[in-house]
């Protein structure tokens, strides 16, 4: 009896240990499958993140080659403002030209007949600009920050005549360079890396190779009138004027400004409708900008570029925002590049 009693404890307790152990292998299984549970949505947060994250690189990647598009086409051959004066036909013989002359393109873009604004309407065009941003600046409310830019945006107006779309765009910084630097960065720039003022809607920098900038008069060393051709469906076209003027203020720091302004005269609006009619061919009448350099001390220039142009609607007048800000980003970007291969020697 005694030794029944014992085996029947025995068997209790083994009884007992046999259930701790299911107890605690249930207990280990479920646990693992909490944790695997876990795991599982863990990981689908994380590869929901890693699909964003390739997501927005790619965005990225395409922003940026907007941004600094790489030249489809050599452009190292393209002169700057200087050597394009000195190789100009007209310019080196203006005598001859006194009541104008065909100006024809490379890339077999329809001609047309140039007559020679005088000083008086080259100065008289300026002078607006002049007025209008040298001093006293049109106020346009801040709208955010961009790569160390201060962005201005004004709001879209209409014109009195045409009821066109005008966007005006002011985007301003302060950069660690010289101003001689700063200066050269704009006055020794390639004319195939000039901003353009204006450009059609949906219209791609991978097409800037193909744009015609041809200098046709020059009053002064920086005082020029160009054309400029933006080749698509439609040939959008414009005289441009370009004046850079360097200055001295009167607390002894130096002051540069540079200004584009589109122009026209009625003497060549006469001589295109007397012209065949070419309907692939769009002439501007309204678009500008004008950039200001101010010496701050010896490593630092302050930065203000206002730009304006008549646009079709207001994603064109988006678009052209866009096209500005990529301009500035790429000028910095140069400045902070040359900076740096200068600090590494």
């Given at each position: 009896e005694v030794q029944?009693?014992?085996?029947?404890?025995?068997?209790?307790?083994?009884?007992?240990?046999?259930?701790c152990q299911d107890s605690e292998l249930y207990d280990s299984i479920h646990r693992l499958a909490l944790e695997s549970d876990a795991l599982r949505t863990e990981n689908s947060e994380l590869t929901k993140k890693l699909h964003q994250r390739e997501r927005f690189q790619s965005i990225v990647q395409d922003s940026a080659f907007d941004i600094f598009p790489v030249d489809p086409e050599d452009n190292s051959n393209s002169p700057s403002i200087y050597a394009a004066s000195k190789m100009s036909p007209w310019i080196s013989s203006s005598t001859g030209y006194e009541d104008g002359w065909r100006v024809k393109f490379q890339n077999g873009e329809p001609s047309f007949h140039f007559h020679p604004f005088s000083k008086a309407e080259y100065d008289a065009v300026m002078k607006t600009s002049d007025d209008k941003f040298a001093t006293r600046r049109p106020l346009a409310p801040v709208v955010g920050r961009m790569l160390g830019w201060t962005v201005h945006k004004a709001p879209l107006t209409r014109r009195s005549t045409g009821n066109a779309l005008i966007g005006h765009v002011r985007l301003s910084t302060r950069v660690r360079c010289t101003f001689d630097e700063a200066d050269a960065s704009v006055s020794l720039t390639k004319l195939s890396e000039w901003p353009l003022l204006v450009t059609p809607p949906d219209w791609n920098e991978t097409h800037r190779a193909k744009v015609s900038i041809q200098v046709l008069q020059t009053f002064a060393i920086d005082s020029h009138v160009m054309v400029v051709n933006v080749p698509g469906p439609f040939h959008w076209r414009y005289f441009q004027?370009?004046?850079?003027?360097?200055?001295?203020?009167?607390?002894?720091?130096?002051?540069?400004?540079?200004?584009?302004k589109v122009a026209d005269s009625e003497e060549n609006a006469r001589s295109r409708t007397a012209e065949e009619p070419q309907p692939d061919v769009k002439w501007i009448d309204e678009a500008g900008a004008f950039m200001k350099f101010t010496e701050v001390d010896a490593t630092t220039v302050d930065v203000t570029c206002d730009t304006w142009a008549c646009c079709e609607n207001e994603l064109h007048a988006r678009q052209?925002?866009?096209?500005?800000?990529?301009?500035?980003c790429r000028w910095s970007q140069t400045i902070m590049v040359s900076n740096l291969i200068e600090g590494e020697g």
């Open positions: 029944a009693k014992k085996c029947l404890a025995t068997l209790n307790e083994n009884s007992h240990l046999t259930r004027f370009g004046r850079r003027q360097l200055k001295r203020q009167s607390n002894g720091k130096r002051l540069l400004t540079c200004s584009l052209f925002f866009i096209r500005w800000a990529q301009f500035a």
